[in-house]
């Protein structure tokens, strides 16, 4: 039973530049939420799709984007990267909008 | 962004121990969730906790859903060495998706 899986593990950019980040959900789950982790930090919700809707997005500016395909794997993209961009981003998946989340191992973005 | 206050920041402790460590809020929350998370990996899910004053126990580990539904506590009994690393909290409120992690506690410990 695949758990979720994040791609790609690491990433560098250039400040200015777009990324797409993907997430596959674990099996059973329809519901994908994206979390930001700052170094030293506890994740920051940055939005959930479900049914392949935005439905509910935390304080982050509209350069961040998501979608959800109808298979439940999702994207997540970001525009105009800046230096404060460099994180660990989690995909995390559940059975529902407010179950359980079960997370990726992340995606680790450095913005140079 | 919101994160939720944890007590202890971080602990030394010696292998064998127990530990205790929880989580407060500000705000009523419905579902609580406790995450270990090693370096270089994602949270990992320990447990869950629905309803005030549940207790819930997954192997060494027991947790706690405050009566106030503002806090929860985490104890890890007999403590090893493999339970060194960042222990997390997570609530949810009722009518939103959003969960709000703490600040985390990072444990280590002592062969």
């Known amino acids: 039973d695949a758990g979720v899986t994040q791609s790609p593990t690491h990433l560098i950019k250039t400040r200015g530049q777009q990324v797409t980040l993907r997430c596959s959900p674990k099996?059973?789950?329809?519901?994908v939420s994206w979390y930001q982790q700052a170094l030293g930090q506890g994740p920051q919700f940055i939005f959930q799709y479900y049914e392949e809707e935005e439905r509910q997005r935390g304080n982050f500016p509209d350069r961040f984007s998501g979608h959800q395909f109808p298979n439940y794997s999702s994207e997540l993209n970001v525009n105009a990267l800046l230096l404060g961009d460099s994180a660990l981003y989690l995909c995390?998946?559940?059975?529902?909008?407010?179950?359980?989340?079960?997370f990726g191992n992340g995606t680790r973005l450095t913005v140079t | 962004g919101q994160q939720l206050n944890q007590s202890p920041q971080s602990m030394f402790i010696q292998e064998g121990e127990d530990v205790s460590m929880n989580c407060t809020s500000s705000?009523?929350?419905?579902?609580w969730l406790w995450y270990k998370q090693d370096p270089g990996e994602g949270p990992v899910l320990l447990i869950a906790l629905y309803k005030a004053g549940e207790l819930t126990s997954n192997g060494r580990l027991t947790a706690q859903f405050g009566i106030t539904r503002k806090d929860s506590f985490l104890n890890i009994s007999a403590s090893i060495p493999s339970d060194v690393g960042i222990y997390f909290c997570?609530?949810?409120?009722?009518?939103?998706?959003?969960?709000?992690f703490g600040t985390g506690t990072r444990l280590k410990v002592l062969a």
């Open positions: 995390a998946s559940s059975h529902g909008p407010n179950s359980p989340l079960h």
């Open positions: 099996s059973g789950h329809d519901t």
């Open positions: 997570a609530g949810v409120t009722s009518g939103t998706y959003k969960y709000i």
């Open positions: 705000s009523i929350f419905n579902t």
